[in-house]
């Protein structure tokens, strides 16, 4: 898609950051799963973000890399796009997510082997039928038992495996 493309370039023009950046088949598979001006939620920041935003989803990210969020937040977003701080030394960095549900959730963050698992927590007050779920770095093996929880747990209709030209792969779960 050109549009990832576009996006990606700008990204890549205030710092490369690729590398962590979320992978084009990750945002292709979103894409083709989830309708305009879709409610989204995101933990993590960065080129998914911004993707996100230009695609006109009303979009809410969570991270608690201050550099990461500053470095969006230089992309000058829409205010449609709702960037929140959260420290993840902190119980309650799950608890900076505003009401849902949302149409998609990616789990891109926080960064770390197993720093995701509190995501298990709170999804269920997130999600709608139909809601499209990612989960992001399913070649580890915490990020991969954490996408088999949320199928159990949601008795998944539909899951996509993909994997991205950066070897990573990704899980994509329609509850």
Same mark, same amino acid.
């Given at each position: 898609?050109?549009?990832?493309?576009?996006?990606?370039?700008?990204?890549?023009?205030?710092?490369?950051?690729s590398k962590g950046a979320?992978?084009?088949?990750?945002?292709?598979?979103?894409?083709?799963?989830? @309708?305009?001006?879709?409610?989204?939620?995101?933990?993590?920041?960065?080129?998914?973000?911004?993707?996100?935003?230009?695609?006109?989803?009303?979009?809410?990210?969570?991270?608690?890399?201050? +550099?990461?969020?500053?470095?969006?937040?230089?992309?000058?977003?829409?205010?449609?796009?709702?960037?929140?701080?959260?420290?993840?030394?902190?119980? =309650?960095?799950?608890?900076?997510?505003? +009401? =849902?549900?949302?149409?998609?959730?990616?789990?891109?963050?926080?960064?770390?082997?197993?720093? !995701?698992?509190?995501?298990?927590?709170?999804?269920?007050?997130?999600?709608?039928? =139909?809601?499209?779920?990612?989960?992001?770095?399913?070649?580890?093996?915490?990020?991969?038992?954490?996408?088999?929880?949320? @199928?159990?747990?949601?008795?998944?209709? !539909?899951?996509?495996?993909?994997?991205?030209?950066?070897? !990573?792969?990704?899980?994509?779960?329609?509850?």
């Open positions: 898609m050109a549009f990832y493309d576009a996006v990606s370039q700008v990204w890549n023009e205030k710092k490369d950051l979320i992978g084009k088949e990750v945002w292709n598979a979103i894409a083709l799963h989830i @309708q305009p001006n879709s409610k989204t939620l995101e933990f993590g920041c960065g080129l998914s973000t911004l993707l996100f935003d230009y695609a006109g989803h009303r979009h809410t990210a969570i991270d608690n890399s201050r +550099q990461y969020i500053d470095l969006v937040k230089s992309h000058s977003p829409s205010e449609d796009t709702t960037i929140i701080f959260s420290d993840l030394n902190s119980l =309650g960095f799950y608890d900076t997510i505003p +009401q =849902g549900p949302f149409h998609c959730i990616l789990i891109d963050g926080p960064a770390g082997e197993g720093n !995701r698992n509190g995501v298990l927590d709170i999804i269920i007050r997130l999600v709608i039928k =139909g809601t499209v779920i990612v989960v992001d770095d399913t070649n580890r093996a915490k990020d991969k038992d954490l996408s088999e929880a949320i @199928q159990q747990l949601f008795n998944a209709e !539909r899951v996509i495996e993909g994997e991205t030209s950066h070897d !990573r792969k990704f899980d994509l779960i329609i509850v």
